[in-house]
Nanobody, 124 residues
Framework: QVELVESGGGLVQAGGSLTLSCSPS????????MGWFRRAPGKEREFVAD????????YYTDSVKGRFTISRGNAKNTLYLQMNTLKPEDTAVYYC?????????????????WGQGTQVTVSE
């Protein structure tokens, strides 16, 4: 069993920045293709970004392109989501997810493990 623990959420004003982190326990971090998802109030969980096992390729949903950056520190066994120029519509619970699969994966069902989530609230 793999446990994913997110941290770094909080309250920030519009235009501000936050960095989320996720550290998986268990197997070697490079075993997993990693992703970030979010669930806004009253909405379904949606894909935000993902990153290949080697950290060389990333993918983003259109609404965060140019503002968010996903990265991984394989030596530190940590996944990051740097969020800049935050907007009120970015308010959500953010989840990290891990899969043994390869390549871009935006479907929830493709991920094997999920964190508990961390709340990000962006005020006007």
């Amino acid at each position: 069993q793999v446990e994913l623990v997110e941290s770094g959420g909080g309250l920030v004003q519009a235009g501000g920045s936050l960095t989320l982190s996720c550290s998986p326990s268990g197997r070697t971090f490079t075993t997993y293709h990693m992703g970030w998802f979010r669930r806004a109030p009253g909405k379904e969980r949606e894909f935000v970004a993902d990153i290949t096992k080697d950290g060389l390729t990333t993918y983003y949903t259109d609404s965060v392109k140019g503002r968010f950056t996903i990265s991984r520190g394989n030596a530190k066994n940590t996944l990051y989501l740097q969020m800049n120029t935050l907007k009120p519509e970015d308010t959500a619970v953010y989840y990290c997810a891990a899969t043994y699969g390869n390549g871009h994966l935006s479907r929830e069902s493709g991920y094997h493990y999920w964190g508990q989530g961390t709340q990000v609230t962006v005020s006007e």
